[in-house]
């Protein structure tokens, strides 16, 4: 697979697959994290005075309505602001307005065209790698690289489609290597192995747990999906959030992994899911049903800290508690400074755990924040990852 330092790029037009799939809220960003993960890339490309177009999907686009709301002019402004340099928007994701832009470019210019998924709008066209799709916008440019680590699990029209397109002229660039180089680490991990899994559904995690309950030292459970555990294991869990449908899956694994699995031994409950009510700290054993867990309690902390702290590598998918709600975020973020404090080797699997991480101003200490949730979870599954297969 090809890297970005390998192409001579020198005044030539780069397309350039970016995640800048930033969260919205009334229209402005509200964490521009993607965006200043792209620039290393792009200024390699300004220093190799290459032309640079750069393509993204924002949000999902499924009717009309959707298009407004998922405009990448706001991160054409963002980007502009970061590189102290003009971007120029395109609003369209084909025709003559794209076409005659580019054939304008200068050296060090940048365009930054449409939200890729405009296509999804008749047909899918991005989305389901549409043929013609990824042949056009191949068309436009003489090098590819993708850098959307956040999409690498997928097979759209802009990164495969270009890709496949352009076999002998695509590479990754600066973020996408540099995930790969921090996830490969879990491919041998030196033990002891912790794996951390919380967050709602055991569902998306079953391949990661799966993949990894043969490598891993330990597995810590916390998160709703530890009362799916705990449910399996015949203990009471009150309305605590509940996956029915896999509650053989975990007492499979519970038979099969026991001294391996380690769930919450108490947990801070309350009477609704609010961030209003009163809490109390309860045994795991005591739950009543009218109570639901909403984080772990101190005695887990102590129990998962015992654990982590003679573990030389840790990979860390989904919070232990509802991060959101200030009352319920003491589990994850005193874990998550633990492993700091510690100087634990420790992969944050993108998504809500580095949200979490993030707020509490830990994002940046850990050894690595994936910038790819679902991407890292179908990683650690031991999926091939179709965006780096079209590379290959
Ligand atoms: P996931 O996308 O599966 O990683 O789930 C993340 C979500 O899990 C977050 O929005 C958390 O609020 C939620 N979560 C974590 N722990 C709990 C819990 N004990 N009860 C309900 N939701 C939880």
Redesign the pocket.
């Known amino acids: 697979m090809k890297k970005i330092t390998d192409l001579d790029i020198n005044n030539k037009k780069i397309l350039i697959r970016c995640d800048f799939n930033v969260p919205l809220k009334d229209g402005k960003i509200i964490d521009d994290t993607r965006i200043k993960a792209a620039l290393q890339t792009i200024n390699y490309c300004l220093e190799q005075n290459a032309k640079i177009i750069l393509f993204s999907h924002l949000g999902r686009i499924k009717e009309e309505s959707d298009l407004k709301k998922n405009d990448l002019k706001v991160v054409a402004t963002r980007l502009s602001e970061l590189l102290n340099k003009e971007v120029l928007f395109i609003n369209e994701t084909r025709g003559k307005n794209l076409e005659q832009a580019i054939s304008n470019m200068q050296p060090q210019d940048i365009i930054l065209v449409q939200n890729t998924r405009y296509e999804d709008l008749e047909g899918k066209k991005e989305s389901s790698n549409d043929k013609e799709l990824g042949k056009y916008w191949a068309s436009l440019g003489d090098y590819f690289i993708n850098d959307a680590f956040g999409t690498i699990h997928r097979a759209h029209a802009s990164n495969v489609g270009i890709a496949t397109n352009m076999p002998e002229k695509s590479a990754i660039g600066f973020l996408i290597e540099k995930e790969l180089n921090a996830l490969s680490v879990l491919d041998h991990p030196t033990h002891p192995f912790v794996v951390v899994l919380?967050?709602?559904?055991v569902a998306?995690?079953i391949g990661v747990i799966k993949n990894l309950v043969k490598k891993a030292d330990k597995i810590l459970i916390?998160?709703?999906?530890?009362?799916t555990f705990l449910k399996a294991k015949g203990l009471e869990i009150g309305s605590?959030?509940l996956d029915e449908e896999n509650i053989p899956f975990c007492q499979n694994v519970l038979k099969d992994y026991a001294a391996k699995m380690i769930l919450p031994v108490d947990t801070a409950v309350t009477k609704e899911?609010s961030d209003n009510e009163e809490y109390k700290v309860k045994d795991i054993t005591a739950l009543s049903k009218e109570e639901?867990?909403?984080?772990i309690g101190p005695k887990t902390i102590e129990l998962f800290e015992n654990i982590l702290k003679e573990a030389n590598t840790v990979i860390w998918?989904?919070?232990?508690?509802?991060?959101?709600f200030s009352k319920?975020k003491k589990g994850t973020d005193t874990i998550l400074q633990y492993v700091v404090d510690n100087n634990i080797k420790t992969i944050l699997g993108g998504?809500?755990?580095v949200a979490a991480a993030s707020n509490a101003n830990l994002k940046d200490k850990v050894y690595h924040s994936s910038t790819g949730g679902g991407a890292t979870l179908e990683y650690l599954e031991g999926k091939e990852l179709p965006g780096l297969v079209a590379l290959q």
């Open positions: 919380g967050g709602a559904k998306d995690k916390g998160g709703a999906m530890a009362f605590s959030l899911y639901m867990g909403l984080d998918n989904g919070p232990l508690g509802v991060y959101e319920y998504g809500d755990i």
